[in-house]
């Protein structure tokens, strides 16, 4: 079972919560709770697999309350504002839900969060990541164990997960060990572009600008504030 902490200064947010929760056969509620600092309490007595956290609260923010961790829980965000979206993806937050949200949309979070729990239980091992020759238009890598093609024209971005990528198909999402960097050495940069310290994003597959996420499909993808006027120029204008 998921250990699961709901925190939010709202009851119909933590019911709402507990309710979806519910229909999750391996998450487990241990808490829900208001106060951030109550918590924080928490966080430090029992161990917390994951944590559903609001960012706008009395007394203590949940981007501070996360800053604060030194070994925080998978974490995802809830927030009535899109303002956020940047510093929590900073803080490496699995995903960001935009109250009110949809027990679909929790869902997808909640996946996500699995894969990344999967990851930080899962030995280490090196994984395969074979460079192309410039006439090869796909690269192989190494996932559970097998080897796999991976076509450049297939990837919609690729998210580093700390030692690990996921790359994120059509048809596919692909989780290995390796760093996002060297990812992105070998992919061509004239049909990629690093836009976030943990995302690389396929230029010709972005659809649209919001605020400072790109849309990918159903996904959003941040920008570092940073680089928002090169990506926006590589991508719409060039």
Not at 133 to 153: A, C, E, P, R, W
Not at 204 to 222: F, M, Q, S
């Amino acid at each position: 079972m998921i250990q699961t902490l709901l925190v939010d200064d709202e009851y119909l947010a933590l019911n709402l919560m507990t309710k979806f929760a519910s229909q999750i056969p391996d998450i487990e509620v241990t808490n829900k709770v208001k106060s951030p600092l109550d918590a924080l309490t928490i966080l430090n007595q029992k161990p917390i697999d994951l944590l559903f956290l609001d960012i706008q609260m009395p007394s203590l923010s949940g981007t501070n309350l996360l800053k604060s961790l030194k070994h925080p829980p998978v974490t995802i965000f809830t927030t009535a504002y899109s303002d956020y979206a940047i510093e929590a993806f900073d803080l490496n937050a699995v995903d960001y839900l935009l109250k009110p949200f949809s027990f679909e949309r929790f869902l997808q979070a909640v996946n996500k969060a699995k894969e990344q729990l999967h990851l930080r239980t899962a030995p280490s091992s090196p994984a395969a990541l074979v460079i192309p020759t410039q006439s090869q238009d796909f690269f192989t890598i190494k996932v559970d164990g097998n080897l796999t093609k991976v076509h450049f024209n297939d990837i919609l971005f690729v998210e580093g997960l700390k030692e690990y990528i996921r790359i994120v198909c059509r048809n596919a999402r692909l989780v290995t060990y390796e760093r996002l960097g060297k990812l992105e050495d070998l992919l061509p940069s004239d049909q990629f572009l690093r836009v976030h310290k943990s995302y690389i994003v396929a230029k010709d597959k972005v659809e649209a600008l919001e605020g400072n996420r790109l849309v990918i499909e159903n996904h959003k993808i941040p920008i570092s504030r940073a680089k928002k006027e090169g990506v926006v120029d590589a991508i719409f204008f060039k």
